[in-house]
């Protein structure tokens, strides 16, 4: 059974940084498309970023490019998202996601599996 569990949320002021940690457990295949989506009040879900390849290959919305870095760790069964400088328009609920590989759009109605999510809250 594949689950995943988000944690490293918190309110921070803008400019500052917060690292989101997603623990995979149950997965049973060497390849993993893993990625990080956020959801803000009234909004649909919307992806951040993307890891897949082994971290060779990285996706990152225009809306965080330059800010944030996804990352994973193998040997820790964890993917990672790096936010700094943030801002008040990335305040949301984060969410990681996985799938056995990454198709050409990144879209949530893809992936089957997904954490709880973890509350990020930026103020201003």
């Known amino acids: 059974q594949v689950q995943l569990v988000e944690s490293g949320g918190g309110s921070v002021q803008a400019g500052g940084s917060l690292r989101l940690s997603c623990k995979v457990s149950?997965?049973?295949?060497?390849?993993?498309?893993g990625a990080w989506f956020r959801q803000a009040p009234g909004k649909e879900r919307e992806v951040v970023a993307a890891i897949y390849s082994g971290g060779a290959g990285l996706y990152y919305s225009d809306a965080v490019k330059g800010r944030f870095t996804i990352s994973q760790d193998n040997a820790k069964n964890t993917l990672y998202l790096q936010m700094n400088s943030l801002k008040s328009e990335d305040t949301a609920m984060y969410y990681c996601?996985?799938?056995?590989?990454?198709?050409?759009?990144?879209?949530?109605?893809?992936?089957?599996?997904w954490g709880q999510g973890t509350q990020v809250t930026v103020s201003s």
């Open positions: 149950g997965w049973t295949s060497s390849s993993i498309c």
């Open positions: 996601a996985a799938e056995f590989f990454c198709l050409t759009t990144i879209s949530a109605n893809y992936f089957r599996y």
